[in-house]
T-cell receptor
Framework: DGGITQSPKYLFRKEGQNVTLSCEQN?????MYWYRQDPGQGLRLIYY???????QKGDIAEGYSVSREKKESFPLTVTSAQKNPTAFYLC???????????FGDGTRLSIL | AQSVTQPDIHITVSEGASLELRCNYS??????LFWYVQSPGQGLQLLLK??????LVQGIKGFEAEFKRSQSSFNLRKPSVHWSDAAEYFC???????????FGGGTRVLVKP
């Protein structure tokens, strides 16, 4: 079955450490997105990519970095510059702009 | 500025009763509109979408939504809720190229037996 796979489901980070969240899709979608969700809040866009080797900052990109070397993959790195990284991170993809986005099951990141 | 408002943070409904979740959007142009559902610790699942045409749209799991341009609203309804409908529901809009979504704050639905 086609879908979006995020790994790991739970991730712990020590202070000052960078961590990378994986997002893989086999839907053949061009566009991919990373969101952050905090308790009781909606989703906020971190980065998005419409094609391979291209990506744009979303609303809260500071302290995060991404790459899009392959159509199927859009990893997110949470750097030590992100001072409040504890959150639920969701990856999504869509076939083209203004079409519904399909979401992965998320990664919960916590600070040790 | 573009925004989506879900006025109800929590709603409690009895199993078998009807459910209506409210959603309003700002900004003059009509956006593309979606409703998503999120179970605890899970991703978001698309319930239905409105792009144009018939203002009453049918979705999965027995949900429907009605677009009302005059009220800038896109309310979600279900005639008879099941215990499995307990979840958080997000109204989402997009106006911009690149499919940047604007999320409402979400409504958490609790279902009483």
């Amino acid at each position: 079955d086609g879908g979006i796979t995020q790994s790991p489901k739970y991730l712990f980070r020590k202070e000052g450490q960078n961590v990378t969240l994986s997002c893989e899709q086999n839907l053949n979608h061009d566009a991919m997105y990373w969101y952050r969700q905090d308790p009781g809040q909606g989703l906020r866009l971190i980065y998005y990519s419409q094609i391979v080797n291209d990506f744009q900052k979303g609303d809260i990109a500071e302290g995060y970095s991404v790459s899009r070397e392959k159509k199927e993959s859009f990893p997110l790195t949470v750097t030590s510059a992100q001072k409040n990284p504890t959150a639920f991170y969701l990856c999504a993809s869509s076939v083209e702009e203004n079409q519904p986005q399909h979401f992965g099951d998320g990664t919960r990141l916590s600070i040790l | 500025a573009q925004s989506v408002t879900q006025p109800d943070i929590h709603i409690t409904v009895s199993e078998g009763a009807s459910l209506e979740l409210r959603c309003n959007y700002s900004y003059g142009a009509t956006p593309y509109l979606f409703w998503y559902v999120q179970s605890p610790g899970q991703g978001l699942q698309l319930l239905l979408k409105y792009f144009s045409g018939d203002t009453l749209v049918q979705g999965i799991k027995g949900f429907e939504a009605e677009f009302k341009r005059s009220q800038s609203s896109f309310n979600l309804r279900k005639p008879s809720v099941h215990w499995s409908d307990a979840a958080e529901y997000f109204c989402v809009a997009t106006w911009a190229a690149g499919n940047k979504l604007t999320f409402g704050g979400g409504t958490r639905v609790l279902v009483k037996p």
